[in-house]
């Protein structure tokens, strides 16, 4: 059995070695685990581990400080690392750990007071910034990414042992999860632990934040190859990079030399942004897909890359798209506003870096704006000094390269997509010297190494493209709200006869809400609520204008449920804040979850009108009785009427009058999440 082991071994070595990462510069990676993990690339754990079975009966030595020891590891000085003993000294010991250091290594530079401060964040608390600043490292990370191994020693302790890694902070060694005998068929050798090796000549100090960052980061590569031994490089060093800023030691800071190069594959793992972008983008996913459940989720996922991401998120009932999250993801990095749409468009509580602009304009037309976008990469292209009126008009672009526009300092800000099949994109109400907008391009490319563009902007006043519902043809386009269950369309064309109005939900047709709102805009809006529960949405509008010619409809399309940022609490929905007679009027209350479903949840919502409160759904003032919606609210949305749909009555004047709205836990003892207030008024 080992004697085939070690030729397929020494064949697999053999082929890394001349073609692989370790004759790049090694200084421009400082966790060596990725590397580690390509020396184990031919190894069958399936039959190490039937070997293991038998050995793990073997009795184990259990260490106390002052203990003595020789460890395998590597000299990383050269490539391919070289087999080397390095005696050590245990020089602390707790429920879950020992550290261990080098004997040329100690009281110079290593102190027993850098060893308390490692043996404390390992055991017992972390930074206030950390994800439970009353638990260690261990606890929080076994949390996040699931159990450590144990798979020789019986020992739950994992073994830290800081000697001289030649400028590599740390790395995680899966040789050491199989026995001695076994590691020889390999040509490696192990110390049959569970043990992580650090740097004890950092320049910032084995107690350093850094340091202590770095080790919550190799810890996460021993967790995650006990789940998924060969998962893809960026979804282990994105975890990685996780773990650390969770157990509240911030990141590495290489998130700025991302910034300042995103034209980069997420994909792939090449150069030293990569650290920065695998740390915005699980931070990105784990503030906008559920947390710590989700990631629990991912890294126990056997399935690699996005597969597994999906498979994860579908399990925990989060609708996912790869090339749609990575799209979101790509324009909160240039936008990163949270207030947009649904808050996927910025980061919730990371102090994200500013991204880097391409290429800035201020001259129209700007000539054909021409590169290549690698895939899963993006670009960004800042317009200054607009007229009245942007054009951004496609000239060649690929399906899976995606362009947004976001007008940044006019009046109402919104995220706008290009509609692929009018190839033009239009934006108003600009102020010359004043308003910007800028372009995200997000390449979704899952295949070829580099995707070209042509694009060309221009300021000229122009009619609408495609009147009168060209997606995106002016500032207000668009906006398709899957969480609070609205279609708002609003449009500048002066010709549309709205009594012609047609509009369709999924082939079905209905009657929105018309408004027009002032000169030629007009607002045109359906409460899709019924609809949430679809996984996918069509829409179409169409109409005639004022002589009865009839105009191009427009259509568009959504998934429900595509961005399932879902704070635990309530959100109250009404269709507008001033009413009068004959506009139609509704409440509902979404209540979120974004954890485990709550059973039994009390749902309030309460009318103040003028310092008297009214308890829905009885309505029953305040002095005589309290009532109250009793739902089981599920992992994420569940929408509650509250008013039905109804037309305003004339019923005088008002102002100031306000609906309030929460959920507390069972015993109505304590509120769960965000609160909502929701201020309305009408008039004659």
Partial sequence: MYKLGRVLGIMVLAALFSTSSFAQNKEKRWCFSFQASELTAGVDWEVIREANVYSKNADRTEYNVGDTKSFWAWDLSVMPPENILVPATCRSKGAFHYVWIADDQWQNPVTQNDVDIISNAWETATPASS?????????????LFGPAPDEL???????????????????FNSYNQMTDEAAQMYGRRSNE?????????????????????????EFQHMIHWMADQNEAAWINEGCSQLSWYLCGFGTDGQETFFANHPNNNLTTWEDFSDYGQVTLFFVYLYEQYGGAPSILKIV??????????????????????????????????????????????????????????????????????????????????LFEQIETQLNIEETNFEDTLNLFAYPDTISEQRLIPMDPAFQILQIKGFSQNEDTAIIVLANTDSSGDTTAYAFQG???????????????????????????????????????DASQLKFFINEQAYQPVVKKLSGNTWHIEYFIAPFLSDTNITGKLQSADINGNIMTPFQFQFQSGSHPDCETGIKLMLPDNHF???????????????????PNTPVFV???????????????????GISYYSRNISTGKTLIEVLPEFAWPPAGNASDIVFWGAMT?????????????VTFGWSE
């Fill in 131 to 143: 994800m439970d600043p009353t638990k260690g490292i261990y606890h929080i990370a076994v949390s």
């Fill in 153 to 171: 020693d019986n020992d739950p302790r994992v073994h830290l042992l800081y000697m001289d890694l030649n400028d590599f902070d740390g790395y």
């Fill in 193 to 217: 632990c569970e043990m992580l090796y650090l740097n004890a000549l950092s320049s910032q100090g084995i107690g350093s934040t850094y340091m202590l960052g770095a080790l919550a980061h």
């Fill in 300 to 381: 126990s996922n056997t399935l690699n890359g996005f597969d597994g991401i999906k498979d994860a998120l579908e399990e925990r009932g989060y609708g996912f798209d790869a090339a749609q999250m990575f799209s979101d993801w790509m324009i909160a990095n240039f936008v990163n506003n949270s207030e947009l749409d649904h808050g996927q468009y910025g980061y919730k509580n990371f102090q994200a870096p500013e991204f880097a602009i391409f290429d800035t304009l201020s001259n129209y037309p700007t000539g054909e704006l021409t590169g290549n976008i690698k895939r899963w990469a993006g670009r960004c292209y």
């Fill in 458 to 496: 221009s300021d000229s006043m122009s009619d609408d493209v495609s009147p009168p519902y060209v997606s995106s043809s002016n500032l207000w386009g668009i906006d398709v709200n899957s969480v609070n269950g609205l279609i708002i369309l609003r449009d500048e064309c002066s010709q549309l």
């Fill in 580 to 598: 009068t007679p004959g506009d139609q009027f509704y409440l509902y209350a979404v209540a979120g979850n974004s954890d485990e479903p709550v």
């Fill in 606 to 624: 309460i009318l103040e009108v003028f310092g008297m409160y009214f308890f829905a759904p009885d309505w029953v003032e305040a002095s005589q």
């Fill in 665 to 677: 836990d069972a015993g109505i003892t304590k509120i769960l999440g965000n609160f909502d207030k």
